[in-house]
């Protein structure tokens, strides 16, 4: 999917920010020729601010994704994600695991969550960037209740993880 996104995009990088930030945040393309989130209608001059691109830019990939078949499916289906429970967790009083990951990413999520839940821990949320969007992609748990430090050294045994942070 991403290549074919590259692809049409490549010659023009504002374009590719735009699909870029679509994709990132959940935005579809509706049938009407609109952006939304969920059935919110997103304005061309937000997104073009959040993408760092001039409205023309959100027009002209509009267009090139309503040209093409393919690409209008993938924009016309995006879904938004829901509520990222990390900032709030703390106010919830659950746990918040960030694992940032190399380019070898396979497996990390199931051994993460084995370790987990043989402390017994449940997990409330996981979510993972894209490996083919981020350059360091992070895993972040949400966890019932706070997780202690001493178990960053298990994580961090795990081939492919680079980093961990607990809070």
Known sequence: M?????EKFDKYPARLRVAEK???LGLSLGDDGKIYCGNLK?????LATSAEVDRRAIKSTIQVIQEDKELYNLFNNILPAGTLLKNIAKNLELGVIEIEVGTKSE????????????KGISIRQAYAEDT???ENPILTII???PIEGEIINEFLKIKGITRVSIY
Do not use: C, F, P
Not at 42 to 46: M, N, Y
Not at 107 to 118: F, M, P, R, V
């Open 42 to 46: 997103i304005s061309d001059k937000a």
């Open 22 to 24: 679509m994709i990132e």
């Open 132 to 134: 083919e969007l981020q």
């Open 2 to 6: 991403w290549e074919k996104v590259s």
């Open 107 to 118: 497996g990390i999520l199931a051994s993460t969550t084995n370790i987990i839940s043989k």
């Open 143 to 145: 966890t019932e209740t």
